[in-house]
């Protein structure tokens, strides 16, 4: 009996193991880091909304945004007023950079940039 229990306990967790791997690679919808399966996710998935930026490249690329086109219309930046990232402390996370910055139109936004798949979203409040 406790044999039986112990393989579906491993059954269990490899079909889990496996699902998340499927949501995380094969879904198309991975902005976040690779725990994407963490409660609250799709709440954050709906508040990002991918745009183009422009950017300094100096010694890397996609260094600081200058300007970004958001719904048709370009914002440029006048000031990056915070600079923070997460993630990237382990070979399992990846490095999410985040801007808080200043807008012509006076007003503040949320950029994020994903580096592994080189795409910018701007985080909606």
Not at 12 to 18: G, L, M, N, R
Not at 61 to 82: L, S
Not at 91 to 96: A, E, N, P, Q, T
Request: charged share 30%; glycine share 8%; with cysteine.
């Amino acid at each position: 009996m406790k044999f039986m229990k112990s393989v579906k306990k491993s059954l269990f967790a490899a079909q889990s193991s496996f699902s998340w791997f499927f949501r995380v690679l094969f879904m198309g919808r991975c902005y976040g880091s690779i725990s994407t399966a963490r409660p609250g996710y799709a709440q954050l998935m709906k508040r990002l909304e991918l745009i183009h930026v422009e950017c300094y490249s100096g010694y890397k690329a996609n260094e600081t945004p200058r300007a970004f086109i958001w719904k048709g219309r370009k914002y440029g930046i006048v000031e990056i007023r915070d600079r923070w990232y997460e993630g990237g402390i382990s070979r399992r996370s990846i490095r999410l950079d985040y801007y808080k910055v200043l807008a012509e139109d006076g007003r503040e936004y949320i950029l994020r940039y994903h580096g592994l798949f080189d795409k910018w979203a701007l985080l909606l409040k």
